[in-house]
Structure formats: C-alpha cells, structure tokens
C-alpha cells in the first residue's frame, strides 16, 4: 500500500496529532483566551530570527549550576530589548484603557479577563522530547518553580518560545519562533 494511501485512511479513522495542551501558568496578564489563540495559529508560525523573541539569559554553560536556578529572559525581537516586564499596559489609573488587573508573576492566573494588545508568549518546555511545561505570558523573563527545576536535575531540556503582538485580544502580527530552540542542560 502506498503511504498516502496509508495517511487517508487514517485520517478516516479520526486519527490525528494530539493538540498542545493548556499551560501550566499563565504570568503577566496572560490568559486561557491566549493559549487557544497561540494554538489556533499554530499552522501560520513564521520561523524567522529577525521578528521572533531571542533569549538573553541566562547565558548556556554546558550545563547550568543547579545550585542556582536561572531566570530566563528575552529581548521582544533582535532589534527590541522591551522590558522585564513586557509592553502590556497593567497599571490601572487615569488613561489606562484595557489594562489587565489580572497581573502576576508567577502560577496559574485568572481567565476571562479584559482584552489586552500588546506582545505575549507561549514558552513550551520539553524534556526527552516531551513537552513538560507550558507558560503563556506577557512579560519577558520567566524563572521555573524549584519543584519545577529540581525535575530537571542531570537532564536536557529545550525551551521554544513563541511571540503574537495582539490589538484588544486579536492577532496583528505572528506568531513568530526562532529556528532553534533554546537547549540547556541542567547539571547533576
């Protein structure tokens, strides 16, 4: 039998990729609406290094100290720094429309909360080949929980990152990844 033939029946029996699943934190002003609207455009990620987020921290020894769990962080692009924080308005006050109370640092957040624009990623996490963590955040730096980090003691991991500018919770540009992922080791 031919392989495409092989392909048609399968997909006749309903067999396709499983989807990604739902993040396990959602930081910054992040939000379950932004997860299903990372996965929607799935299928029109660019890969192009000029638009797509570059990870400036911490800087890849082979491998990482356990004894000191990194903070990860990122310029916008090669051409934006940005900062820490992102570039979602969060600070409610006079003239600021469409903020997000929701703002955090860090864990699951709330979900159905105000439209926000702005830059947000998607930080896919995998160890062994497998996706491990998800986080959907508007800020540019993340650090794992210790729990998180201890699970990757004398392990490889890989860390992709994604990047959509929204305007009020709609996509205007990307989704954007870099053609390599960032690969650390974490030592023993």
Known sequence: MRPW???????????????PREPDEYTGCGNDEHWRTFDDQAKAVVIDDNLAPLF???IPTAPLP?????TFAWKQDPNNLGMPT?????????????CCPQFN?????TSHLPAISG?????????????????VTTLQEWAPSEKLWSSWRGRAVT??????????NDVKAGPYRP?????FAVEN
């Open 5 to 19: 033939m092989i392909l048609i029946l399968l997909s006749a029996c309903g067999a396709s990729p499983q989807p």
């Open 56 to 58: 400036t921290a911490p």
């Open 66 to 70: 356990f004894a000191t769990r990194p």
């Open 86 to 98: 992102g570039d979602v308005p969060y600070m409610n006050g006079p003239g600021c429309t469409n």
């Open 105 to 109: 640092r860090g864990a699951l957040g």
């Open 119 to 135: 830059n947000i990623y998607d930080l896919q996490l995998f160890v062994e080949g497998a996706l491990q963590h998800r986080v």
């Open 159 to 168: 860390l992709t990152i994604y990047r959509l500018t929204l305007l009020k």
């Open 179 to 183: 053609r390599a992922a960032f690969a």
